[in-house]
C-alpha cells in the first residue's frame, strides 16, 4: 500500500487512502452480502406452512432433522447452542478486526503526515481565514507582522483584476507552494472547506483551527461552507484563485500594506 | 381503590390505563404518527432537492425542516417506536404482570406525546428550531436566531427538555422493573435477547439523556435571559461554542446506540425464529452488547475531528471508536451463522430483518471509512455522512418494522397480509436503497445545501425518486396493519414456530393479567405455578431475598387506571407553552406563586384524605401570607398593577399550567395506588433492596451525571480560561470579593439538614412519631437557613457588586450550578413538607411505611448534601 | 442508641472535614496551590463517602447499589477529564 511521502498534498493523501478503502470495501461488502443472502436462501426450508397455520409444523421438521444445533422451543431457558458456530464466530472477528485495525494502522500514519505538514513553520503562505455569515475573509501573514496596518486583508485588494470571474474578496494562492489556514469565525460555527483540495476545518468562534493545502494547478475554485450557519448557509462559498508563483508574488508585493520579506522564500525556491 | 379498566373501545380506557400493554400500543401508533410527520418533512428535503436551488421552502423554511425532520425521526419516531414494543413485550418476556411504576410508565407516555405536540406547536409560533437537529452554539442562541423564528425556536428547546424527561421517567422505570421482577429462575443471561438489548439501551438512556438535559437546562437560560446573560453560557467566547459540541456528543454518540439496539435485539429474536435456531454465540452477541453499551460513553469526539481538540484526544478517540466498531462485526456474524444449518422462512419478518442485515453491514462499512481520520476530514458535513448514518438509521427502522409484523398477531390476536407485507418489504428495500445509494455516489454536495453542482443533478433526482418509493411503501403497511384487524385469520398463542421466548406462551393478545399463574422457570422451563392472583400471594417458602411488602398486600388487587399522569402531564404541556413565550422579567414569577398553591393544596388534600390535623391548619395560614409576601416583592419589582397588567398572555398560560400543576402533582401524591412487588422474583443483583429504593437510587445516579455535566463544563470553561487566573478574571470583571466563609456556612447548615434526616429515619424506625415529625422539620429549617444564606450571597454578588450573569465566564457557571442547586434543595422542601404533612396524620404509620418513606426522601437530600460537598470547594475555595 | 451515636460522630467529623478545608485555603501559600486543589478535593470525596456510606446506608446495601452510582460518577469522570484534557 502507498505511503505518504513529502511533498504530498492533502488531495494526494486522500486520494491514495480513499481508494484503499473504496477497493477493500467493496470486496468485503460483496463477499459478506454475498455471502449472507447466500445462507439464507440455502438454508430455506422447502416444507410449506402447516394446515391451517402460518408458519412449519416444528415436530414434523423434527423427524428429519439432521443437524446437531440447539432450535428453540417454547418457554425454553436459552442455554446452550448444539454444535457449530462458535469457532467461525471467532475466525471471522479476528479477519475482520485484523482488516480493520491494519487500515485505521495505515490511516493513522498519513493523518501524521498530514498534520505535521499542517503543523509545519515557514515556507508557506500564512492565511488567517475568518468566517461570517455568510462569507469569509483572509488575511495574509497577520501573525508574522507587528502592526496590523501591516497586513493584507482580503478587503484592500480586488481579485477580480487577477481574474476576471473571480469575486473581489477571493483567497489568492500561488500555484504549487504549501498554503497554511488558520482559521475561526466572527459570529456562529462554520466550516471552511475548499474541496478540490481536500482542505477542510471548523470555523468555531473562539477557537482557531488549521488546515493546509497545495494546489498543483492554476484556477479558479471553490470554498464551501460545511456546518449550518444559518439562513444563507445553502449559498455560503467562496471563490479560491491559484495563479502562477511570479503572479502571485507581483500581485503580492503591488498591494499595499505587505512585507515582501514574508515570500522570500518563493523567490529562493522558484 | 382498585377500579377495572374500561373496555378498549371506551376513550377513558386510553387516557386512564396505566397498563403496560395498552401504554405500548400508544406508543407504537403515536411514533408511527410521528413517523408520518417526519416523513413528509423528509419529502420537502426530496423536492427541494430535485434540481439545484429549487426552491419550494425559503432558505429559513429549509432549515426548519432540515431540523425538525432529524429531530423527529431521531427522537420522536425511532426510539419510543421501539419503546412502545418494550413496553408491551419486556414484562411478558421477563414473566412479570406490569412494570414497577405503572403511573410513571403512563407518565413517560403522556410526556412523550406532548413533547411532541410542543414541537408541532412551535411550527405556528412563526418557526420551529432552524439550526440542525445538533444545534451547534452559537447558532442555537436567540442572538442568531431571526427574531421571528425565537418563539418556535425556543418551543423547539422545551420540546427536547419535555422529552428527556419522559425517558428519564422511562429509563428509572425499565431499569427496576428489570432487575428486580424477573420471574423466579429466569436468570438476567437468560433473559430474552430482544429484552437485553432494552437493558441495554435504557442503561444508556439513563445517561446519555441527562447529559442532554444538562445541555438544553443550559441553553433555555441563554434563551429566557437573552437580556441580561448577554452571550450568555454557549455564546461565551472562552469555548462556550466547543462546549456545547461536547456535551451533545456525549450524548449523541450513545444516542445511535440508543436508537439502534432495540432494533438489533429485534434482529436476533426474529433470526432465531425464522432460522429455527438458538442464535449462534449468545453470550458473546451479548457480551458485545454490553461493551458497546458502556465504550459508547467515550467516542463522542470523533464528532468534532476537525474542531481545535489536540491531536492525542484524537488519537485516543479514533482508537475508542473503531474498538466499538469491532463487537458488532462479532454481532453481525452472529446473525449470519445462526441462519446456517437453519430452517429459514422467508416470512415478511425475516425479510425485514435480512435487509436490515444488509443495510448495515453497507453502513458499517462506510462508517469505517469516516473512522479514518483522513478520510473524516473531507467526509465531514458532506451527503457521505447523510448517506452513511441514514443506512444505518433505517436499518435499525426496518429491523423494527420487522418486529412490528413479528409481534403484530401476537398484539393483535390476528395475523397480517403475507403477501401485503412482502410487497411493502420489496418496495421498501428498493426505495431506500433508491434513496440513500445515489447520495453515496454525489458525496461531495455540502449537507443541509440545496444547491450542488450541476452534474449531480440525476443522482439526487433517483434519490427523489426513491423516497417517493420508499414513503409509498409505508402505505401498503398502514393498510395491511388495519385491514389485517378485521380479518379472520385469528392465532393462538404462538403463529410462529421456534419461538422461544414467554411472551409466545400465553394468549394472543395475552390476558389483562399477562400470565395463567405465577410465572416460573425454577423447573428449566416456563411454568405457571397455580394460584388464584398473579401477584404474590404464593405460599412457597423458596424465596431468594423476597421482599417484605405490607402484610394485606396479598388480598390487595393491584390498580391500572388512575387520571393523574394525563392530567399531571397537560398541566406540563400548558406550562411549557407557556415558558416558551415568557418575558425575562416575569420568569420567576409564576414558579413562585405555585409555591403558595402548593401548600394550601396539601392542606387542603390532606385534610379531606387523612382527616383535618393542626397541620393543615398550619399549611392553610401559611399559604396566605406566603402568598402576599410574594405579591409585595412582585410589587416592587414590577408594581402590581402594571406588573400584571403588562403582562403577556404566556405569562398567564404559565401560571395557570404550573398552579393546575401543582395541584395534579398533589392529588396524584395522595392517591392510593397499588402495585404490588413480586412476592417470588429473581431480583439479582438487587436482591433485598425494595423497587421505589432502587428506582430512588437509579433516579440519583442519572441526577448524578446532570449536576457532573454542569460541573464538568465549569471545569471546562475554567480550563479554557486558565484554571488559576479564574478568580483573577472574575475580580476584573466586578466580583469585587469572593467569600469563602457562606460557602461553609452553608456546608455547616446542610450536612446539619443530613444529619436531621437521617436522625429522623432512625426515630422512625422506632416507631417514634414525634421526634420523627421533630427532626423532619429541623430539617425543613436547614433548608430554609441554607436558602436565606445563598439568597443573601447572590444578592450581594449580583446587585451590589454588580456581577451579573453576563460577567464572564466565573458568574454564569457559578449563578447555573449553585442555582440549580438551589432549586434542588427547593424541591426537597417541598417533598418535605408533604411527608410532614402526611407523616403527622399518621398517613404511613399503620402500614409501617413511614421509615420507608422517610428513607427514601434522605437519599434525595444526602444526594443534594453531597453535591454541595463538591460545589464548595469548586466555587468558593480553590 | 448505637446509630444515633455513630450518626453524631459522623456529622462533628463532617464538620470537622469541612473546617480544615477552610483552614487549608487560607493558611497555604500560593506555590502549594495544586497541593492544596488536591487535598481539599480528596477531602470532600471523603466526606462524600462518609455520608453515602452511612447517611444513604449504602455499606449495608448490596454492592450493587454502589456500582448503579459509580456508573453516573464514571459518565461525569469521562465527560469532564474527555472534554478538559481536549483544550488543554
Ligand atoms: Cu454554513
Ligand atoms: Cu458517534
Known amino acids: ?270 | ?878 | 442508641m448505637a446509630n444515633i451515636k455513630l450518626y453524631t460522630i459522623i456529622f462533628v467529623a463532617l464538620g470537622a472535614i469541612s473546617t480544615t478545608q477552610f483552614v487549608v485555603e487560607s493558611v497555604l501559600p500560593e506555590g502549594l496551590y495544586w497541593f492544596g486543589l488536591v487535598a481539599i478535593l480528596a477531602l470532600s470525596t471523603m466526606k462524600a463517602f462518609a455520608v453515602a456510606g452511612w447517611y444513604m446506608h449504602l455499606r449495608e446495601e448490596p454492592r450493587s447499589i454502589t456500582y448503579l452510582a459509580m456508573a453516573g460518577v464514571f459518565c461525569v469522570l469521562a465527560l469532564t477529564a474527555g472534554a478538559g484534557y481536549s483544550v488543554v
Open chain 1, 1 to 270: 500500500m502507498p505511503v505518504a511521502q513529502a511533498g504530498q498534498s492533502q488531495a494526494d493523501v486522500f486520494g491514495q487512502l480513499y481508494l484503499v478503502f473504496l477497493v477493500l470495501g467493496t470486496i468485503v461488502g460483496t463477499v459478506v452480502i454475498s455471502y449472507t443472502v447466500y445462507n439464507a436462501y440455502k438454508y430455506r426450508t422447502t416444507v410449506g406452512d402447516a394446515d391451517g397455520r402460518y408458519d412449519v409444523d416444528e415436530e414434523e421438521l423434527a423427524e428429519t432433522d439432521d443437524y446437531d444445533v440447539a432450535r428453540p422451543r417454547q418457554g425454553e431457558i436459552p442455554t446452550g447452542q448444539g454444535k457449530g458456530g462458535g469457532k467461525k464466530l471467532f475466525m471471522s472477528f479476528g479477519i475482520s478486526a485484523f482488516l480493520v485495525l491494519g487500515l485505521i494502522i495505515y490511516s493513522y500514519t498519513m493523518l501524521l503526515y498530514v498534520e505535521d505538514t499542517g503543523q509545519g513553520q515557514g515556507n508557506a503562505i500564512e492565511v488567517d481565514v475568518e468566517g461570517y455569515q455568510f462569507g469569509w475573509d483572509y488575511t495574509y501573514f497577520e501573525d508574522e507582522v507587528s502592526n496590523d496596518s501591516q497586513v493584507l486583508a482580503s478587503s484592500d485588494y480586488n481579485a477580480t483584476k487577477l481574474h476576471p470571474e473571480a469575486d473581489s474578496d477571493a483567497l489568492v494562492v500561488p500555484k504549487g507552494t504549501t498554503v497554511r489556514l488558520d482559521v475561526t469565525s466572527r459570529d456562529v460555527w462554520h466550516n471552511y472547506g475548499i474541496p478540490e483540495f481536500r482542505a477542510k476545518t471548523d470555523a468555531i468562534p473562539g477557537e482557531t483551527t488549521h488546515t493546509w493545502f497545495k494546489a498543483e494547478k492554476t484556477g479558479l475554485y471553490q470554498a464551501n461552507c460545511y456546518e449550518l450557519c444559518g439562513q444563507g448557509h445553502s449559498n455560503m462559498n467562496g471563490d479560491v484563485l491559484v495563479v502562477e508563483k511570479q503572479r502571485f508574488i507581483d500581485w503580492y508585493t503591488s498591494q499595499e500594506n505587505t512585507d515582501a520579506s514574508q515570500i522570500e522564500f518563493m523567490e529562493v525556491s522558484s
Open chain 2, 1 to 878: 381503590m382498585s377500579e377495572h379498566l374500561p373496555p378498549k373501545s371506551s376513550v377513558k380506557r386510553w387516557l386512564v390505563t396505566t397498563n403496560h400493554k395498552d401504554i405500548g400500543i400508544l406508543y407504537i401508533i403515536t411514533s408511527l404518527f410521528f413517523l408520518i410527520f417526519g416523513g413528509i418533512l423528509a419529502f420537502m428535503i426530496r423536492v427541494q432537492m430535485w434540481n439545484s436551488g429549487t426552491v419550494i421552502l425559503s432558505e429559513l423554511g429549509y432549515n426548519q425542516v432540515v431540523t425538525a425532520h432529524g429531530l423527529l425521526m431521531v427522537f420522536w419516531f425511532l426510539s419510543p417506536f421501539a419503546f412502545g414494543l418494550a413496553n408491551y413485550l419486556v414484562p411478558l418476556q421477563i414473566g412479570a404482570d406490569d412494570l414497577a411504576f405503572p403511573r410513571i410508565n403512563a407518565m413517560s407516555y403522556w410526556l412523550y406525546l406532548f413533547s411532541g405536540v410542543i414541537l408541532g406547536i412551535s411550527f405556528f409560533q412563526g418557526s420551529t428550531l432552524p439550526t440542525g437537529w445538533t444545534l451547534y452554539a452559537p447558532l442555537n442562541l436567540p442572538a442568531f436566531i431571526p427574531s421571528v423564528a425565537e418563539l418556535g425556536a425556543f418551543s423547539g428547546i422545551l420540546a427536547l427538555a419535555v422529552f428527556v424527561a419522559s425517558v428519564t421517567l422511562g429509563s428509572v422505570n425499565f431499569l427496576t422493573t428489570m432487575y428486580r421482577m424477573r420471574a423466579d429462575g429466569l436468570r438476567m443471561r437468560d433473559v430474552p435477547l430482544f429484552s437485553i438489548s432494552i437493558l441495554l439501551t435504557v442503561w444508556m438512556m439513563l445517561f446519555a439523556f441527562t447529559a442532554l438535559l444538562a445541555a438544553i437546562l443550559l441553553l433555555s437560560f441563554d434563551h429566557i435571559f437573552a437580556g441580561s446573560a448577554g452571550s450568555g453560557f454557549f455564546g461565551s467566547s472562552e469555548g462556550g461554542s466547543l462546549l456545547w459540541t461536547h456535551l451533545f456528543w456525549f450524548f449523541g454518540h450513545p444516542e445511535v446506540y440508543i436508537v439502534f439496539f432495540p432494533a438489533l435485539g429485534a434482529m436476533a429474536e426474529i433470526v432465531q425464529t425464522f432460522s429455527g435456531r438458538r442464535l449462534v454465540g449468545r453470550k458473546w452477541f451479548i457480551i458485545a452488547m454490553a461493551l458497546v453499551a458502556i465504550q459508547s460513553f467515550i467516542v463522542w469526539m470523533h464528532h468534532m475531528f476537525l474542531t481545535s481538540i489536540n491531536l492525542p484526544i484524537k488519537t485516543v478517540m479514533m482508537v475508542t471508536t473503531i474498538g466499538i466498531s469491532l463487537p458488532f462485526d462479532l454481532m453481525i456474524f452472529a446473525l449470519i451463522y445462526t441462519m446456517i444449518k437453519g430452517r429459514v422462512r422467508w416470512k415478511t419478518p425475516f425479510l425485514f430483518v435480512l435487509g436490515a442485515i444488509l443495510l448495515f453491514i453497507l453502513g458499517g462499512i462506510t462508517g469505517v471509512f469516516l473512522g479514518a481520520i483522513v478520510l473524516d476530514y473531507s467526509f465531514r458535513g458532506t451527503y457521505w455522512v447523510v448517506a452513511h448514518f441514514h443506512y444505518v438509521m433505517a436499518s435499525g427502522a426496518v429491523a423494527l418494522i420487522g418486529g412490528i409484523y413479528y409481534w403484530y398477531p401476537k398484539i393483535t390476536g390476528k395475523m397480517y397480509n403475507e403477501f401485503l407485507g412482502k410487497v411493502h418489504f420489496a418496495a421498501a428495500f428498493v426505495g431506500f436503497n433508491l434513496l440513500y445509494f445515489p447520495m453515496f455516489v454525489v458525496w461531495e454536495t455540502p449537507r443541509r445545501w440545496f444547491h450542488y453542482e450541476a452534474g449531480f443533478t440525476i443522482w439526487h433526482q433517483a434519490a427523489s425518486v426513491g423516497a417517493f418509493v420508499f414513503g409509498a411503501s409505508f402505505l401498503i403497511m398502514f393498510y395491511n396493519l388495519v385491514a389485517s384487524l378485521y380479518s379472520d385469520r385469528v392465532v393462538d398463542e404462538s403463529p410462529w414456530a421456534y419461538t422461544g421466548s414467554a411472551e409466545w406462551s400465553v394468549s394472543s393478545p395475552p390476558p389483562e393479567g399477562n400470565f395463567p399463574g405465577k410465572p416460573s422457570f425454577a423447573t428449566g422451563k416456563l411454568n405457571f405455578l397455580d394460584g388464584a392472583a398473579t401477584d404474590g400471594g404464593e405460599a412457597d417458602a423458596k424465596t431468594d431475598g423476597g421482599v417484605a411488602t405490607a402484610a394485606d398486600a396479598i388480598e390487595q388487587e393491584a390498580d391500572h387506571t388512575s387520571w393523574w399522569p394525563v392530567i399531571l402531564c397537560t398541566t406540563g404541556l400548558i406550562t411549557a407553552v407557556g415558558i416558551s413565550g415568557l418575558e425575562e422579567s416575569y420568569f420567576i414569577w409564576p414558579f413562585v406563586f405555585a409555591i403558595p398553591f402548593y401548600i394550601a393544596f396539601v392542606g387542603l388534600r390532606g385534610a379531606s384524605k387523612d382527616g383535618f390535623g393542626v397541620v393543615h391548619g398550619l399549611y392553610l395560614l401559611l399559604a396566605g401570607p406566603l402568598l402576599a409576601a410574594f405579591l409585595l416583592l412582585f410589587n416592587l419589582h414590577h408594581g402590581i398593577e402594571a406588573g400584571f397588567g403588562q403582562a403577556n398572555t404566556y405569562f398567564w398560560v404559565t401560571l395557570v399550567g404550573i398552579i393546575s400543576g401543582v395541584g395534579a402533582l398533589v392529588g396524584m401524591g395522595f392517591e392510593s395506588f397499588f402495585a404490588p412487588e413480586p412476592e417470588l422474583a429473581e431480583q439479582w443483583p438487587f436482591e433485598g433492596v425494595d423497587n421505589t429504593k432502587l428506582g430512588m437510587w437509579v433516579f440519583l445516579s442519572s441526577d448524578i451525571v446532570l449536576f457532573g455535566a454542569f460541573i464538568g463544563s465549569y471545569i471546562f470553561m475554567r480550563l479554557r480560561a486558565g484554571w488559576q487566573d479564574w478568580w483573577h478574571i472574575a475580580h476584573e470583571n466586578g466580583l469585587a470579593e469572593h467569600a469563602v466563609l457562606p460557602g461553609l456556612i452553608n456546608t455547616y447548615i446542610l450536612l446539619a439538614s443530613s444529619f436531621t434526616v437521617v436522625l429522623a429515619l432512625a426515630y422512625a424506625k422506632r416507631g417514634d412519631k414525634l421526634k420523627t415529625l421533630a427532626f423532619l422539620s429541623a430539617t425543613f429549617v436547614g433548608g430554609c437557613l441554607f436558602l436565606v444564606n445563598k439568597g443573601i450571597e447572590w444578592v450581594e454578588y449580583y446587585f451590589h457588586f454588580g456581577w451579573v450573569f453576563d460577567s464572564g465566564p466565573a458568574s454564569v457557571t457559578y449563578y447555573l450550578t449553585t442555582g440549580l442547586h438551589a432549586v434542588h434543595v427547593v424541591i426537597g422542601m417541598l417533598i418535605l413538607l408533604f411527608l410532614i404533612a402526611r407523616a403527622s396524620r399518621g398517613a404511613y404509620w399503620s402500614e409501617g411505611e413511614t421509615a420507608h418513606t422517610v428513607e427514601y426522601f434522605g437519599l434525595y437530600w444526602h444526594f443534594v448534601d453531597i453535591v454541595w460537598l463538591f460545589l464548595f470547594p469548586l466555587f468558593y475555595i480553590l
